[in-house]
Each structure stands twice: as C-alpha cells, then as structure tokens.
C-alpha cells in the first residue's frame, strides 16, 4: 500500500517547537520533491516549504527563516523542524510527495502525487 504517514504535531506554546515526520511506506521518496502544506477551515492548502530530490528548497515567506525541510532517504522521509512557533502557524500541516518538480512549482501550484492525512498543530497559550 503506498502511503505518506504524518506525525509530530500537537499543542505548543508560541514561540516553541515542533518537529514534523512523513514517512513514506510502499514507494521510495528518492526521486521525488516532497512538500508540506498547511490549511485551517475556510481556507485553501497552501504551501509551507517543499524540497527537491536535489536538496533544492522553497519557503514560503512567512516562515523562512523559522522552518526547516530536511529529507533523509535513508529513513524514506521527510522532516519539517519549526521553531518560534506563531498563533497563525496553527492548521493541518499535510505532507505530499510529487514527480521530479521544482520544489517552488510544488508548494505554489500544491503539486502532489499522495498526500498524507494531516497532522494538527496548535499554538496557543
């Protein structure tokens, strides 16, 4: 069965810390640029920060500089490391793995081949 699996999210205080995982299972991530993308009710999904099979990254302006995409290809997955966590950083952070694409072409377009279920992070006091 080919699935991406999200995990790490939770309840966090602004200004702390949370490291996402999407783990791949049933194909390799390899080739491939993986995303993660955030969306909260009313909205649509956008891209958060996306990373090529080269290594190549794409933030999106709100959170550069705070986000960190980081790929291990030998775990087949893909980390997301947030740090100075905000209120409006709040929403379902979903991961997504593409074709060969440009890592900023998948974040703006929200290019995605699977797609994970979505994980949940709050920040609040």
């Known amino acids: 069965q080919l699935q991406l699996v999200e995990s790490g999210g939770g309840l966090v205080q602004p200004g702390g810390s949370l490291r996402l995982s999407c783990a791949a299972s049933?194909?390799?991530?390899?080739?491939?640029?993986i995303g993660w993308f955030r969306q909260v009710p009313g909205k649509e999904r956008e891209g958060v920060s996306c990373?090529?099979?080269?290594?190549?990254?794409y933030y999106a302006d709100a959170v550069r500089s705070r986000f960190t995409i980081v790929r291990d290809n030998g775990e087949n997955t893909v980390y997301l490391e947030m740090n100075s966590l905000k209120p409006e950083d709040t929403g379902v952070y979903y991961c997504?793995?593409?074709?060969?694409?440009?890592?900023?072409?998948?974040?703006?377009?929200?290019?995605?081949?699977?797609w994970g279920q979505g994980t949940q992070v709050t920040v609040s006091s």
């Open positions: 997504a793995a593409a074709g060969p694409a440009a890592a900023q072409a998948m974040c703006v377009l929200t290019l995605g081949d699977y």
């Open positions: 049933g194909f390799t991530l390899d080739y491939r640029t």
């Open positions: 990373i090529a099979s080269s290594g190549s990254t």
